[in-house]
């Protein structure tokens, strides 16, 4: 394997999101910038603790076969193996992946994720795709032949970081959602739409190249759309009304949907992927720089900015409010709610709004991820000191102030039953 690419690559991707970080000492005083080159050049040649590894190793120690189907290979044996519910399916048409030249209107990438790890599935497509996380590594991209072999080989693809490195994923290897004018076809206008999707991004902006399922009024979006690639982009005025985004409750009008293990692509489901993401590229950001910084200085204490990011998202500041109720019809709402953990009077981080938010409490539930438990004690015990002031009332500043007091209680409350590294004084 060729290992000098990827950190070439990976280093480029340093130096572009952080220009410093060649320095070590810098005229703003003792604590510059962190550089977290060299945590980022590890990544070509460190193992990874993730769930395709460890599957990977029940195969080859004979614990698990995998059943190949003849159109859909190893699909539904991996759904099944990694946890992965088919509810949790997403259809995107944008042909953004290596495989892009399968990728069409009528011929989707299916997505099926959770918090350990996402696949990708296109019909007739030689390879499936995998993106899994390592608590330290971030996103690890996997490849696997869709041949009949008796021990299927998970090979890590250093081709993808080409994309999933890069200011996109916050300098660091993640996670992508786009949103980009789309064609028939599946070719994007690349200068169009959103560059990242996250909670933040205002849902006008959202789904360009993705197919949407499920109920949601009269909201205007991208999704379910073919845009015309003109050479000059038409302004926005092209911007697709409702009507011709129809709430796709029946892809059957837009494809052969029996060929998919699920005939849906969820809106609950996509609001998740747009949160989750974003989110854990910001606690991987995070781990690097605060590895670097401990390596380098012995403290986190110019770490203010990626913590401060970090806290937002976790407390849902900035998410843009729903413009009315939003209805997944598929079993995703349920599934993904019954995960727990639940506090004593039966709360979780994970239970659903749908009405003017996407979650119940404002705390986001990947703060049980293996992400979040992953980050260095040092980091978790500012963020506690930090959430504890802002769920007590201590702290009501800006970014918080809408946040009600109820809900701050209840998290407060949440938080002290379900989360196990607590300081002590949260339980007091
Ligand atoms: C041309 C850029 C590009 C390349 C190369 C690429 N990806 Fe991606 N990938 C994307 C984008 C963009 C998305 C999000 C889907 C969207 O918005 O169209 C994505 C999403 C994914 C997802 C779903 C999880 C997520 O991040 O949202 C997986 C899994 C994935 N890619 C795996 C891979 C693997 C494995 C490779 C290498 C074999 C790869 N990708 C190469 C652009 C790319």
């Not at 993730?50 to 859909?72: C, M, N, S, W, Y």
Request: with cysteine; aromatic share 8%.
């Amino acid at each position: 394997m060729n290992r000098s690419l990827p950190v070439r690559l990976l280093v480029s991707a340093a130096l572009v999101l952080n220009p410093t970080a060649a320095f070590t000492q810098s005229a703003a005083g003792p604590h510059p910038l962190v550089s977290y080159e060299l945590e980022l050049a590890q990544y070509a040649t460190a193992p990874s603790e993730d769930a395709v590894a460890r599957l990977q190793k029940r195969i080859d120690a004979g614990e698990v076969t995998l059943a190949f189907e003849p159109t859909h290979g190893f699909l539904n044996a991996l759904l099944k193996e990694l946890g992965l519910s088919p509810s949790s399916q997403l259809l995107v048409f944008s042909k953004t992946s290596l495989q892009r030249y399968h990728i069409t209107s009528k011929s989707p990438r299916a997505l099926f994720f959770n918090e350990r790890v996402y696949m990708a599935w296109i019909p007739g497509a030689p390879m499936l795709e995998f993106l899994a996380e390592d608590p330290q590594l971030g996103a690890v991209l996997y490849t696997l032949e869709q041949t009949n072999v008796a021990q299927p080989r998970f090979v890590r693809d250093n081709r993808c970081l080409e994309c999933h490195v890069g200011p996109r994923t916050l300098g660091i290897p993640g996670r992508l959602v786009r949103s980009m004018r789309t064609t028939k076809d599946g070719d994007v206008d690349l200068l169009s739409g959103a560059a990242i999707v996250s909670h933040s991004t205002p849902l006008k902006d959202r789904w360009g190249g993705w197919y949407v399922t499920g109920a949601y009024g009269a909201l205007e979006h991208q999704g379910n759309h073919f845009s015309l690639l003109t050479p000059t982009p038409q302004p926005a005025s092209t911007t697709p009304s409702t009507p011709s985004n129809p709430s796709a409750g029946d892809l059957r009008d837009f494809l052969d949907i029996s060929r998919y293990p699920t005939p849906t692509s969820d809106v609950t489901a996509l609001l998740v992927l747009e949160h989750q993401t974003h989110l854990a590229n910001l606690l991987t950001r995070l781990g690097y720089e605060a590895r670097a910084s401990l390596r380098q200085w012995g403290h986190i204490n110019s770490l203010t900015n990626v913590l401060h990011q970090t806290l937002n998202d976790l407390l849902f500041v900035g998410e843009i409010p729903l413009a009315g109720a939003i209805r997944g019809e598929s079993k995703f709402v349920e599934g993904f709610q019954g995960q727990g953990p639940r506090d004593s009077q039966g709360r979780s981080l994970r239970e659903f709004d749908l009405q003017t938010r996407l979650f119940k409490y404002p705390c986001s539930y990947m703060i049980h991820s293996d992400a979040f438990a992953g980050l260095p004690r040092a980091v978790k015990l500012r963020l506690y000191r930090r959430l504890y002031a802002v769920l007590t009332g201590e702290d009501s500043s800006g970014d918080f102030q809408s946040i009600p007091a109820e809900k701050r209680r209840a998290v407060l409350e949440i938080l002290a039953d379900t989360q196990k590294d607590l300081p002590a004084y949260w339980k007091l």
